[in-house]
């Protein structure tokens, strides 16, 4: 079972849409919907890239029913602020129908900097939830690092919650992956012997002027540069609270059973990096109502198959913290009735109305 050595404490950051409630569209109103947030969440509801975008971070939490109040807390806190100023939020991947050109960058330096390298990738609005997972032990955070990225895929499927782009059904379960994975620093990091060469190629990407930065790298998986913790940025903002509590289940499952594996020098699988990119591109495109990649085995298998695999692999660590039922829960109510995408499409289909999703989305944020 997990050493008592780590903590494994949780973070949790999720991207939401300001909404404009007679039109569906997004709404660049950070700049007003944030000072009355901030004034019960703090520095704890933070600027995007966008100014139709909001961040809500979770304290550190020590517990997985310390993250649920913190979640129902600040996307209450969020909602009510967004209200006061005649909005609404909502929580997906990436807006139904919204164009890009009709939003702004935030004006902050940090921000303009982005937007002038990246230029369209950063004008492009897409809505992510990452989890830090707390590891002191940046060595072993590397080997933890090493190891999880095999099971990523699984869990994108599951939060997989972005089928439409500028009013049109992309084909894709998370289209949100395929926007981000043009970022030249995104995608599945490869293999790493050790810290010190983590830190090498970190080195050497500010050293050549890849990145400004450090905190420019936006792997699916890395290591934060300002907290000590394990950063998973694979998910789209889930839709509802349950699913982000999935998907924090999972991902800090995860993060305890690869350290257990790590400190008894079990079997590191050796994974092609082309294969790990494969497996998350088939995540994006069907979710979970396909085939998924089991990349050690090297076969395609349904993805009900490969999430109960995950289960399976989790499930020691799940039932020592008394959290297996409620994760197996709530990962066979998403299989049974579908992903935020599987639902986007359903109700889209009745009318064929993108303002439709847009009303589901802003229905299901608390």
């Not at 890395?222 to 913790?229: A, D």
């Not at 305890?256 to 008894?264: G, L």
């Not at 092609?272 to 995540?283: I, Q, S």
């Not at 008394?322 to 935020?340: Q, R």
Request: charged content about 20%; aromatic content about 8%; proline content about 4%.
């Amino acid at each position: 079972m997990p050493s008592q050595s780590e903590n494994f404490t949780i973070g949790v950051e999720e991207e939401y849409q300001i909404i404009h409630p007679a039109t569906d569209e997004l709404s660049s109103s950070s700049s007003s919907v944030l000072p009355i947030a901030q004034q019960s969440l703090g520095e704890k509801a933070q600027q995007e890239l966008q100014l139709s975008q909001v961040e809500a971070a979770t304290p550190i939490c020590q517990t997985l029913e310390d993250v649920r109040a913190e979640l129902i807390r600040m996307r209450r806190e969020m909602l009510v602020a967004a209200q006061r100023r005649g909005k609404q939020l909502a929580a997906a991947g990436t807006h139904p129908f919204s164009h890009w050109k009709d939003q702004r960058v935030t004006p902050k330096e940090r921000y303009q900097e982005i937007e002038d390298e990246y230029q369209q990738l950063a004008r492009e609005a897409v809505f992510g939830c990452h989890v830090h997972i707390g590891l002191q032990d940046r060595e072993m955070a590397i080997q933890v690092m090493n190891r999880a990225r095999v099971w990523l895929a699984p869990i994108l499927a599951l939060s997989a919650n972005s089928p439409f782009w500028l009013g049109e059904d992309t084909g894709y379960a998370s289209f949100r992956t395929l926007m981000a994975s043009r970022w030249p620093t995104a995608g599945q990091p490869h293999y790493f012997a050790s810290f010190a060469e983590y830190q090498a190629l970190l080195q050497a990407l500010v050293a050549t002027g890849s990145v400004e930065d450090s905190t420019r790298i936006y792997w699916d998986i890395r290591l934060s540069e300002r907290f000590p913790t394990l950063e998973f940025r694979v998910a789209d903002c889930c839709m509802t609270i349950d699913e982000t509590m999935m998907i924090v289940g999972l991902v800090r499952a995860l993060s305890q059973t690869c350290y257990e594996q790590a400190k008894r020098n079990g079997p590191l699988p050796q994974v092609r990096p082309e294969l790990l990119r494969v497996a998350n591109f088939r995540a994006a495109r069907y979710g979970i109502s396909h085939q998924l990649i089991d990349v050690v085995d090297q076969r395609s298998l349904p993805a009900t198959v490969i999430i109960e695999k995950l289960l399976t692999t989790l499930r020691p660590v799940l039932e020592a913290d008394n959290h297996w039922e409620e994760m197996a829960a709530l990962v066979h109510e998403v299989v049974h009735t579908g992903n935020g995408a599987m639902r986007q499409r359903a109700v889209y289909q009745r009318n064929g109305r993108v303002q439709d999703v847009v009303d589901l989305l802003v229905t299901n944020f608390i």
